[in-house]
């Protein structure tokens, strides 16, 4: 039977601007996908796996050209069709499932008119049947409130949930080839087991096949029949799934598995170990906040509900949780880009304006927060060296020599040539611009850095070289960082404290190695079960169990009377945890669990 899709000696060339030469990309890579199989491409970044992704569409990047070989999909030459063409294809037979979710919608529309629009365009079927399939694929997702979500506009859903509605978007037409670039790099981990479960079920139900890119070797042992290694456009190993994760044949596909942080143990054996302090630099106190303000105080989405953290001078206090429980809005609450609703932000013991306009330069330069996606967050006008420029002079008046020096000096600090102040972010690879992402906020010299997600885009070797870069920084300028992830190996590798979150409200909290030992909050406890493991077959296992089984009947309720997680939890007491909240159980080194349990139940 002859492949779905053929690539023979795929060349790609790309160049940095009109006047600079073209250089290879992609240097003859050769592959195929048959129908109800999914191809994993793995390797680092700028190893040239997007760009071979979407080559299945016939597309380059802006400033690529396909300069060799041939891309056949059902026994057609793609690069020989007319872009007329090329539309009829794209989005009804080959859908396109992109890493930046943000970037990918329009801001000025409800998201079920943009998830239908590509049934309609195609004519697959009517609008009723098209929007019936987008209910059930939201569903399927594990998407809160299925039927109202859909209606809402991108900015009124958050990263995780705006990444699977994308899924949705892509499915929903039935394509013959799924092209999912980094979709589940947005998960947490729970929501992960079930999305990776809803594509796996999609591709076999309707015989599609499927082309995964991705830097998770977990996620990839758990729906890839084959692997595909790439390293600088060219392919270094390929094979079954099982001999590429357990039997490589090359170093460096050796090297990419030694590069995957295990699992957390269980036991917090390995976790962070810095001394606890009483010296607290920010003290989140009772915080409720979310969106939209009502008419006489108060907000229309409540977010975050009654949420204190203490965060010690100088560690890392990592914050975990599912999509949309509130982690980003906490770190929004504590930067004053989301004034808090009520309670109050302390800063040395000072309050701080809830309002970022409120605050003072000062202020504003002692807490900085590096955001997510980098492609969205510099001004591709402007240089790095500019972009660098901006705090410095902004926040330390520092004139104009002086900032060229200190520009060079934070790219060095964070592994990056000096050369590098030319170039603009399009230029840079994803690793490298959340490197410069973090830069221009060490520029401000500030005492606390809210990180939120800053390795999440990342292949597993550059993110454990920010890993890296963020412990030696905090060795060497004394600098605390609140750490938000999804990613519970890299918070156990990195953060001194935990803070859980769940539908807005703290679960638990305390030093990182106490977390992940019990007793634990039975939410904690789901999330640590929940972690891949790099083994084919371990996503059936653990979907088979109890806890798992209870968590996907469910999904996460902000507001819900009494502990949010009840109706998800294994131990739930029916009469108590349905309708009040649950009690602070005190454990020794400010170790707290929110739970009706008596804290010997949870062992």
């Not at 890392?316 to 949780?321: D, L, R």
């Not at 050369?419 to 690879?429: D, I």
Request: proline letters at 6%; one cysteine or more; a negative charge.
């Amino acid at each position: 039977m002859s492949a779905l899709l053929q690539i023979n000696d795929l060349r790609v060339e790309g160049r940095r601007n009109t006047r600079s030469p073209y250089s290879p990309i992609v240097k003859g890579v050769s592959l195929e996908v048959n129908r109800g199989e999914v191809l994993a491409l793995i390797g680092e970044s700028g190893a040239g796996k997007s760009t071979i992704a979407v080559s299945s569409m016939g597309y380059a990047k802006p400033g690529c050209r396909f300069s060799g070989g041939e891309v056949i999909f059902d026994g057609i030459s793609v690069l020989d069709m007319t872009l007329e063409q090329k539309r009829v294809v794209r989005g009804a037979r080959i859908s396109y499932v992109a890493q930046s979710a943000a970037a990918s919608f329009n801001a000025s529309l409800r998201l079920d008119d943009q998830i239908t629009e590509v049934s309609m365009v195609h004519g697959v079927g009517t609008k009723a049947e098209a929007e019936t399939r987008m209910v059930d694929l939201a569903r399927r997702m594990q998407l809160p409130d299925p039927e109202n979500i859909i209606r809402k506009y991108p900015h009124q859903v958050s990263g995780g949930q705006l990444q699977r509605l994308m899924a949705v978007m892509a499915m929903n037409a039935q394509p013959d080839l799924l092209v999912l670039d980094e979709p589940t790099t947005a998960l947490d981990v729970t929501t992960q087991v079930e999305v990776l479960a809803a594509f796996k079920d999609a591709i076999r139900d309707s015989g599609a096949a499927a082309i995964y890119v991705t830097h998770d070797l977990a996620v990839v042992a758990q729906v890839a029949d084959r692997i595909h290694v790439l390293l600088g456009g060219e392919t270094v190993e390929e094979g079954p799934t099982e001999q590429i994760l357990h039997d490589p044949q090359e170093d460096y596909t050796r090297k990419l598995m030694a590069a995957v942080r295990p699992p957390p143990k269980r036991t917090g054996e390995g976790a962070g170990s810095r001394e606890a302090t009483d010296d607290t630099v920010i003290d989140v106190a009772a915080i409720d906040a979310g969106y939209g303000k009502r008419i006489g105080g108060g907000v229309v989405v409540q977010v975050l509900h009654d949420v204190s953290v203490d965060i010690p001078r100088g560690s890392a206090v990592g914050v975990i949780g599912e999509s949309g429980c509130g982690k980003s809005t906490l770190a929004r609450v504590i930067s004053g880009l989301l004034p808090a609703a009520s309670g109050e932000i302390l800063l040395d013991g000072s309050a701080l304006p809830s309002d970022v306009k409120d605050r003072t330069r000062e202020q504003l330069r002692r807490v900085q927060i590096v955001m997510q996606m980098p492609d969205v967050s510099f001004n591709p006008l402007k240089t790095i060296g500019q972009a660098l420029e901006r705090p410095l002079e902004f926040y330390l008046d520092m004139p104009a020599d002086k900032r060229r020096e200190r520009v060079a000096e934070l790219l060095k600090m964070v592994d990056l040539p000096a050369e590098f102040a030319n170039r603009r972010p399009q230029a840079l690879s994803g690793g490298q611009k959340q490197r410069v992402n973090l830069a221009r906020a060490l520029a401000a010299e500030p005492e606390v850095i809210l990180c939120d997600e800053v390795t999440s885009a990342l292949d597993t070797v550059v993110g454990a070289q920010i890993i890296e870069l963020l412990k030696r920084l905090q060795d060497d300028l004394g600098v605390t960082f609140v750490f938000i992830s999804h990613d519970l190996s890299t918070v156990a590798s990195f953060a001194d404290r935990v803070v859980v979150l769940y539908a807005g409200r703290v679960a638990e909290q305390g030093p990182t190695a106490q977390i992940l030992s019990p007793p634990y909050h039975p939410y904690t406890s789901l999330l640590l079960h929940s972690v891949p493991e790099m083994r084919v077959g371990w996503l059936e296992e653990i979907r088979e169990t109890e806890t798992a089984q209870l968590a996907a009947a469910s999904v996460v309720e902000i507001g819900a009377t009494g502990c949010p997680f009840h109706k998800r939890c294994p131990m739930a007491i029916p009469g108590t945890c349905d309708v009040k909240d649950p009690p602070i159980r005190p454990l020794p080194n400010g170790h707290r669990i929110a739970c009706h349990r008596e804290v010997a139940e949870l062992y």
